[in-house]
């Protein structure tokens, strides 16, 4: 699988954005996607999931009620709209494909992952 993230960017605070991630290789609506975002001197943490079907999806308690997780099966595309955003939320953003179980908040359980987009939240 091959992952191929865009649209960060710089925005105010409170502003938003819409980061996105189109998937090739693999059939996507066969495995589970998630976000993960690593800031300067900070390990990777996990920011969201949604399953393959895009029934269920799952957040950090961070970001819980400004971020929306989302997939479009027919695109092969998975979408972070981030709103509300905070300073702290200033990180590489990358997508990331699982294709087994195990628990989705650590980055060892996903499978290929994309190159990352860089969002910036200024005070």
């Known amino acids: 699988v091959q992952l191929q993230a865009s649209g960060g960017g710089f925005v105010q605070a409170g502003g938003s954005l819409r980061v996105s991630c189109v998937a090739s290789?693999?059939?996507?609506?066969?495995?589970?996607m998630g976000w993960f975002r690593q800031a300067p001197g900070k390990e990777r943490e996990f920011v969201a999931l949604v399953t393959w079907s895009g029934a269920n999806s799952y957040y950090a308690d961070s970001v819980k009620g400004r971020f929306t997780i989302s997939r479009d099966n027919a695109k092969n595309t998975v979408y972070l709209q981030m709103n509300s955003l905070k300073p702290e939320d200033t990180a590489v953003y990358y997508c990331a494909a699982k294709f087994r179980g195990g628990s989705f908040y650590r980055a060892r359980e996903y499978d290929a992952w994309g190159q990352g987009t860089q969002v910036t939240v200024s005070s």
């Open positions: 290789g693999r059939t996507f609506s066969s495995y589970d």
